[in-house]
């Protein structure tokens, strides 16, 4: 017996095989989409561009996993994307308005998770940033500034299914008072000290660090305790892919700053390059680049930007002539009362501001937001125009960000971004796992927006429930069902359109 030389090509074939087979039964957490639909240059709403024009490739131009949600009825919602269930209200006094009562301090929110019963359910947990981040919709309105009343206001989170408001004013509060809490704590300190957790705020579409003593609305989470878990994989090529999220990312970044219109032109010239060997980059979208920082780092605590040290990232002289880490470039416009002057950035670095003291004067740099922040920048001007920053924190303004591209793994089975890779065709995927225990995952494609019903019923053809029935875009889309409640046996689920129809069977056994 003689051993015979593989041929590389063979190699590439069965590595390739083995990354594709690696993500299929590892994706563990799938990003919901922004939910921004409009299109902007630097100051207002466009018409979607074409490639090579200016502005082609940001967020709105790009379908992830677009949002869908099912209220179950007993004050949860199942986010049928990310498999995670929501407690629906902040209320949670249960005295029908969502006002000051109901926030909680940090502690005390982690005691109420602990003690929580809810829909016959006990497991619920303080959310993570990844896992709040996760409901957070660009398709809000943010009113800073704004002090007249919140009647036709626009958060961002959905509340066809989750219930919101906006800050107490009745209690000195500002409208842009609703920040939720998260369970994440920040490895360094903000405002010179002060122990921080992260929140993310729904009324002005931010992630920030808030010091642990102030008080929070809170909404509870339980089940897929995957998610916000990262798999990251060195291809060794200049790449690295995450085969939690399906996202493949340039391992380096652009080496420069760049306003927000340049930054979408780099991305257009580096896939007409072929860039690391592929031309479908994408500038990320706010929660694609949120989802790959690594909040267990920081410069203070790690001496490094809060990501993977399998990442490479810049370093910069921060405006204190300190050495520093970079803000990140996302595709997503952050919309204000006065359009679309603004992007959403990541700082994989500090979250740096300028505070003054009690009299608006000596302002000092410090980090007041944390790094893993995520804030906004105007996306285009001078930084000099804004000597100590803007807002109440004195935001440090630099608008000359970084940009780390990605891209699908599988452009053809993942994500469905682009319209190259949304499937042609309706698709009724077989649920997995099959036969499942409790729970299990639909997936099915729509070529274009259509009204569909997807339908669950038992072997004799009777209805057990509606999973969905509204009108959805083109995309890929996964549904979480929970049958703990169903005896063992047979189910069917259809899938249903104007001119589709498709049933599969599926295997409940406990």
């Known amino acids: 017996m003689t051993l015979k030389k593989i041929p590389f090509r063979i190699i590439l074939a069965i590595l390739f095989l083995v990354v594709n087979y690696l993500m299929l039964y590892s994706q563990t957490y799938k990003i919901v989409d922004t939910g921004q639909d409009k299109c902007y240059n630097n100051n207002y709403e466009i018409s979607p561009p074409s490639p090579g024009e200016a502005f082609f490739g940001q967020d709105a131009q790009f379908n992830g996993y677009q949002p869908s949600y099912t209220d179950d009825g007993d004050g949860t919602i199942t986010d049928n994307v990310t498999g995670l269930m929501w407690s629906k209200s902040p209320d949670l006094n249960r ?99 002060n122990e921080t957790i992260f929140g993310v705020n729904f009324a002005d579409g931010r992630i920030k660090g808030y010091p642990i003593t102030k008080k929070f609305y809170v909404l509870f989470v339980r089940g897929n305790p995957e998610y916000g878990k990262n798999n990251f994989v060195d291809n060794g090529d200049g790449t690295i892919s995450d085969l939690a999220t399906g996202l493949m990312w340039q391992k380096g970044d652009s080496e420069k700053g760049m306003n927000w219109q340049e930054a979408l032109a780099w991305v257009q010239q580096k896939n007409d390059e072929n860039f690391l060997g592929y031309n479908d980059w994408r500038l990320p979208n706010i929660k694609e680049l949120q989802s790959i920082v690594d909040y267990s780092r920081s410069p203070a605590t790690s001496y490094s930007a809060a990501i993977d040290p399998l990442f490479q990232c810049s370093i910069i002289i921060d405006e204190g002539g300190n050495e520093n880490y970079p803000f990140y470039w996302s595709s997503t416009t952050h919309v204000n009362m006065q359009g679309g002057k603004n992007a959403a950035y990541i700082a994989f670095g500090e979250g740096l501001g300028w505070m003054t003291d009690p009299f608006g004067n000596n302002p000092t740099l410090m980090d007041v937001h944390g790094a893993g922040c995520q804030r906004s920048d105007p996306k285009q001007g001078d930084p000099l125009d804004w000597p ?5 924190q004195g935001d440090v303004i630099r608008i000359y960000n970084y940009v780390r591209l990605v891209r699908d793994i599988n452009p053809s089975t993942s994500t469905g971004h682009g319209e190259e890779s949304i499937q042609r065709k309706f698709e009724l995927g077989q649920n997995y796992p099959n036969p499942f225990n409790s729970s299990t995952t639909i997936m099915f494609s729509l070529p274009f927006t259509y009204p569909v019903t997807l339908r669950i019923y038992d072997i004799t053809g009777c209805l057990v429930t509606t999973l969905i029935e509204q009108l959805l875009p083109a995309g890929i889309y996964q549904f979480h069902w929970n049958a703990q409640n169903l005896p063992n046996g047979v189910y069917l689920y259809s899938l249903k359109s104007d001119s589709f129809s498709e049933t599969k069977r599926m295997i409940l056994l406990k």
């Not at 009343?149 to 958060?155: A, I, V, Y």
């Not at 100590?388 to 109440?392: A, I, N, V």
């Open 388 to 392: 100590y920053g803007r807002g109440p």
């Open 95 to 193: 005295d029908g308005s969502i006002d000051v009562e109901d926030k909680l301090f940090f502690q005390d929110a982690l005691t109420w998770a602990d003690t929580l019963t809810l829909a016959g359910y006990d497991d619920w947990r303080l959310p993570t940033v990844k896992e709040l981040y996760s409901l957070i919709m660009f398709y809000g309105i943010d009113p800073s500034g704004y002090t007249g009343q919140t009647t036709g206001l626009k958060p961002f989170i959905d509340t066809d299914y989750f219930e919101f408001a906006y800050g107490d004013k009745a209690a000195g509060e500002r409208i842009i008072d609703a920040q939720f809490a998260t369970s994440t704590r920040y490895v360094s300190t903000t405002m010179d000290g």
